[in-house]
């Protein structure tokens, strides 16, 4: 009998995740423009505690039921998002955006270990070869340059623990994910803590709540909103959807960044484009099943 390769068409929840991830790659460009006006540390604080009070404002009625379990979820959720984010400021002070771009993009492969290490489960070959190409096409998104020039400094140091942190988040959300924990509830307490830690951040780190200019309320706001929306939804489809999966589609982030960045006049060399493509690629790729020993035989 004929080998036949499966092929897992996207749930509603991995659709869900795909969105978002358009969303995230808006997210770059306002961010840009913001930090002209704002400390990092400011603007990450009241882009968390702007989602957290949306949110809170949305699902009111089930705070009522909050429990410590999602509170203690929540927190260690919130956590992993502010380390991410505010590591990642940090080393962008003292090198490029391609280098950061380039060491951020090592949460891909590092997610399949912590889940490894945390569920006690390989993941399958298909998603492995998946993670390859979806690595491989970061490298040449964020340009081959930001490896030649890779220098272990401060900078390098501090941005490649954040990758730990952003693969730790999207590992949390899943292994807090369950019939017993109500996942908008802990969204909320999640973006509660990471913001309430960015605020307490910024004595550390030198910064002064700016003088208010529009530059950066209306930014500040309409990211609160998107980050609402972006940690709710992980957190509702990640009860389905493992962490090394999502990761994947969460890959796609950098390709919607370009088209983003080519439409506001942003120019996309070619091997972006190719970087794009292996990325889609390796989130296909990972969809594929080889046949088991039993289909073989029949």
């Not at 081959?144 to 400094?153: E, K, N, S, V, Y």
């Not at 060399?269 to 289909?295: D, F, H, N, T």
Request: hydrophobic share 55%.
């Amino acid at each position: 009998m004929r080998e036949k390769i499966a092929f897992r068409t996207f749930s509603r929840e991995e659709w869900a995740l795909v969105c978002i991830t358009v969303l995230w790659g808006v997210t770059f460009l306002v961010v840009h423009t913001a930090m002209r006006y704002t400390g990092a540390m400011f603007f990450v604080g009241l882009r968390f505690t702007t989602a957290a009070l949306l949110s809170m404002l949305l699902f009111r009625r089930l705070l009522l039921d909050l429990t410590l379990r999602e509170v203690r979820a929540g927190a260690c959720v919130g956590v992993a998002i502010f380390f991410g984010y505010a590591l990642q400021t940090v080393g962008l002070g003292s090198i490029s955006s391609s280098q950061s771009a380039f060491i951020t993009a090592m949460y891909v492969p590092v997610v399949p270990f912590l889940q490894w290490f945390f569920f006690r489960r390989p993941p399958h070959l298909m998603v492995w070869l998946g993670v390859l190409f979806a690595f491989c096409g970061l490298v040449l998104l964020t340009g081959p340059q930001a490896i030649t020039h890779l220098r272990l400094q401060f900078g390098e140091v501090v941005t490649l623990v954040s990758t730990i942190a952003i693969a730790m988040e999207v590992v949390l959300i899943s292994r807090f994910a369950s019939p017993a924990i109500n996942s908008f509830r802990v969204a909320i307490v999640q973006l509660f803590v990471a913001g309430l830690l960015a605020f307490a951040a910024m004595p550390v780190m030198g910064e002064h709540v700016p003088a208010f200019a529009w530059w950066w309320v209306v930014p500040a706001l309409g990211l609160g909103v998107m980050s609402a929306v972006i940690q709710l939804v992980m957190n509702w489809a990640q009860k389905t959807v493992s962490p090394t999966r999502a990761t994947l589609i969460y890959a796609g982030e950098p390709v919607w960044a370009g088209l983003v960045g080519r439409l506001a006049g942003e120019y996309l060399p070619a091997r972006a484009l190719v970087g794009g493509a292996l990325v889609i690629l390796g989130v296909l790729v990972s969809e594929l099943r080889l046949p088991s020993k039993q289909q073989r035989q029949d």
